[in-house]
């Protein structure tokens, strides 16, 4: 257990709806990514926050957005959704030490639109 | 651009044999981490072995160990007295201080008994 958590574990919806993933992350990292990963394909990284702030962004499309809240746990939202957005989305904190950058992931959350 | 290669699709290796995965990572960094990363059909992401680029020791965590090779910009993960529980997915990831990590596509190892 990476002592990070995400939820749902699961999510099915519908094109063109919206979904939020949640992830908290272990106590006392303050940093948070979001990775997504499509069918048997690596992680691209989306976004990056730090203690509440956007630090870095990837191929995140418009239609995609996250925040990071005061209490660290961060969401993803995910909006008129596409077939092509099916995927697991990890989230991976660290502490954002420069002598050691080491992530940790959560379970990951399964999305499948129909 | 840093990218990160992994020209092996698909690995295959016998029950306590030893098998290496090949990595190959382009920077104009000095400054950065390497890592390996399992993933099990459960796709939970599990850290294998990190390698700090500042350390000329190869790193070693048990059965697993890597060869750094700075120049080369190669970094392989050699996996000794394999077991049935070794197989998975295996990614290579390079990621500088604080930063995202970038991802290889995968190699995906199976293990005969």
């Known amino acids: 257990d990476s002592g990070v958590t995400q939820t749902p574990k699961h999510l099915i919806t519908a094109t063109g709806q919206r979904v939020t993933l949640r992830c908290s992350p272990r106590?006392?990292?303050?940093?948070v990514y979001w990775y997504q990963q499509s069918l048997d394909q690596g992680l691209q990284f989306l976004i990056q926050?730090?203690?509440?702030?956007?630090?870095a962004k990837g191929n995140i499309l418009e239609r995609f957005s996250a925040q990071q809240f005061p209490d660290l746990h961060s969401e993803l939202n995910l909006s008129s959704l596409e077939l092509g957005d099916s995927a697991l989305y990890f989230c991976?904190?660290?502490?954002?030490?420069?002598?050691?950058?080491?992530?940790?992931f959560g379970p990951g959350t399964r999305l499948t639109v129909l | 651009a840093q990218t990160v290669t992994q020209s092996q699709p698909e690995m295959s290796v016998q029950e306590a044999e030893t098998v290496t995965l090949s990595c190959t990572y382009d920077?104009?960094?000095?400054?950065?981490?390497l890592f390996w990363y399992k993933q099990p059909p459960s796709r939970q992401m599990i850290l294998v072995i990190r390698?700090?680029?500042?350390?000329?020791q190869n790193a070693t965590e048990n059965r697993f160990s890597v060869n750094f090779q700075k120049a080369a910009k190669s970094f392989s993960l050699k996996i000794s007295d394999s077991q049935l529980g070794d197989a998975a997915m295996y990614f290579c990831?390079?990621?500088?201080?604080?930063?995202?990590?970038?991802f290889g596509t995968g190699t995906r190892l199976q293990v005969f008994p």
């Open positions: 990831a390079y990621g500088p201080p604080t930063d995202k990590l970038i």
């Open positions: 106590s006392g990292d303050l940093s």
């Open positions: 390698q700090e680029a500042y350390k000329q």
């Open positions: 926050y730090y203690n509440g702030e956007e630090r």
């Open positions: 991976a904190s660290s502490e954002r030490d420069r002598v050691i950058n080491e992530q940790f």
């Open positions: 920077t104009s960094e000095s400054d950065y981490y």
